[in-house]
């Protein structure tokens, strides 16, 4: 049943992409859920060489957001290995002292989330990595061929999508806003904007204020956007001797 | 060239490695090494003696590569003398079966003689878009290639072809991600410099966003410009003087 919705889902999305759609006409909900994941991302990477989550099942209640704000935070985790690497990063059990030494500081962070396995997919153009599919499982063991190559499959069509994406739609370039695109957004503007401003308030270069950022976040165990917020509405001051 | 006999099975594996050969290149591949290696796996897998690239590009012909010097004079030869099977190959745009050369080329076929050539055939090469070329096979005596051999030069041709016609889909899909990845980078930036100015002025982000665009436009600079600017902590001076 849900192999034929996904078969149909992807032959539409193949049509889309080559209509020049975007990947803002996907729901990630219904592609987890097709994909048998109760979370899906995609990260895109900048000229920076940083990732920037784009798209995903990303709203409050879904575990997408949160997963990738650890790494993000931490700078360690799956999606990362996956983009340095250029190959498909695997774990199937986040519980075990193994994921714990691979990454220390996220695994032991999942074990404050429902996620108990992961598998991060690089998105090749040619052989350069463009970006990261991540797929995350509540449930703990072995992802079957099956799932994989659905997962690459999808991951694939999306960055075809992805590629549609007008660039003003991202860039707010011009003397428009950027055009809202539900499923598609810069998730973490919020945490860009308090750097910018934490770098004028601290008067230090953004990268530090980042830096800062990322750090009273893993120390405070807490997530990045909500202390983004919280520093742009001057509820937190990260003044050095505060 | 001959060599020793194959048995089957190894003849196809080497058939198998080259068609994966020629189908899988890096990104930036360069197509002429890759039209080079097709005429190196023709003379390696067909009974000829070797093998060359002409292209027909708005009725002009061309020769592109070859898998030998002698096989380079033979074919631009025929460019030159304006006679030829490859060239009446690429002008019909058909295949050759093997032609033995004789008065109906009286200018090239003492020269391909005298290199010992006594035959030539050619299968089509589609290329993406602008060109249609063929792939010349040329030949030192009979037995001639047989219809399952000029099968296999087509197939070899064939998927040259599209490793070359994906090369340009690759290409364009780079340009895209190039574009995106540099408008990733200026929203970035302009959400820093959003930022910066918020904290700089103490407004909200609206009023910030307006006054970075007020100032691109009256400064007729390019809005992610003059954010990489701000981000970089250098606020211009107008922006102290606006309320």
Known sequence: MSRDEFTRLLKRLRQAAHDGHDL???????????????ALTLNLRAESGALELLWGTLADGHLGADLEDLQYTLGEGPTLDAARTGEAVTETDLTTQAAAERWPAFTAATHDTSARAVIAIPLLLGVATTGVMTGYRTTTGLFPMEQRLDLETFAHTALHLLLNTPPKALAADTDLEPVPRPDLSLHHAVVHQAAGFLSSRLDIPIADALLRLRAHAFSHNRRLVDVARDVLDQRLDLTPDS | MGGPPMHNTERDARIARAVYDLAHRPADFDPLELLHDLTSQAVELLPVRSASITVLDNDRISYITASDE??????????????????????????LVPTELDERWPNFAPRAHAAGITAIAAVSLRLPQMLLGALNLLMTQPPYMGTSDMELAQTLADTTGSTLAHRHELADKNILLAQLRTALDSRVTIEQAKGMLAGRFDIDMDEAFTRLRHHARSQRRKLSDLAAQIARGNVPSEFYSVR
């Open chain 1, 24 to 38: 803002s006409t996907v729901s990630a909900v219904y592609a987890a859920r097709l994909l048998h994941l109760q």
């Open chain 2, 70 to 95: 002698m096989t380079r004079e033979l074919t631009e030869d025929q460019v030159e003398l304006n006679e030829g099977p490859c060239l009446d190959s690429a002008r019909t745009r058909k295949a």
